[in-house]
């Protein structure tokens, strides 16, 4: 909901192989518009971790074959234009605002809301609530369209016993508008070293 943070950012997107080569031929990412997509529909990214979203590719391959033959990640330049940004109060009270209007008609429809399933990484209630607040500001005559939504993803197991960190914790990023993606980049190999 602002323009505070940095104007470019460094984010990766884990993807195919084939997929990274087409992207950095300039061919347009895919928006992922899965009911489940916890930042609602666009095109994802891990800020400043190319590692995990190299992880992200790896776990896909192994979940859906089909989806991703051999894992890659690619690097992206982003400007995050007006963000939705769930790492600040005013973004969280915007989506809670947001949750109690779409409650309102789902309680009138007399129909149950959707319900996360964060065990198995599908968040529908969550992309219910972030689309429809899209659809609320694309409505609005007076309210601007976000160009994208940031947020922080706590993702177990546990760093350590008793630990407040986890091990894939990260920033997760969905793209909007995708003239906020200024260029790709192929990402250097000591970047993304598992063992590294």
């Not at 429809?132 to 309210?143: G, N, R």
């Not at 197991?157 to 914790?169: M, V, W």
Request: charged share 25%; hydrophobic share 40%; net charge neutral.
């Amino acid at each position: 909901m602002h323009k505070l943070t940095a104007s470019f950012v460094l984010a990766y997107h884990g993807c195919d192989a084939g997929v990274a080569e087409d992207l950095l031929q300039n061919k347009a990412f895919k928006p992922s518009t899965n009911s489940y997509d916890w930042l609602g529909s666009g095109i994802y990214f891990w800020e400043a971790n190319p590692l995990r979203a190299l992880e992200f590719a790896i776990e896909t391959a192994r979940r859906e074959p089909g989806k991703v033959r051999k894992p890659a990640v690619i690097g992206a330049v982003l400007d995050l234009g007006y963000c939705l940004d769930l790492t600040t109060s005013r973004g969280l009270k915007t989506v809670k605002s947001a949750f109690d209007s779409l409650s309102v008609l789902y309680k009138a429809a007399k129909e149950p809301m959707p319900e996360n399933q964060p065990e198995r990484f599908k968040h529908p209630l969550d992309c219910a609530v972030i689309n429809y607040l899209h659809e609320i500001q694309k409505t609005a005559q007076s309210e601007q369209p976000f160009d994208s939504v940031k947020g922080i993803f706590i993702e177990r197991p546990i760093l350590y016993p008793g630990s407040a960190f986890c091990e894939k914790n990260h920033i997760q990023i969905a793209i909007r508008n995708p003239d906020c993606i200024k260029g790709v980049f192929r990402v250097p190999q000591n970047h993304i070293d598992i063992e590294g």
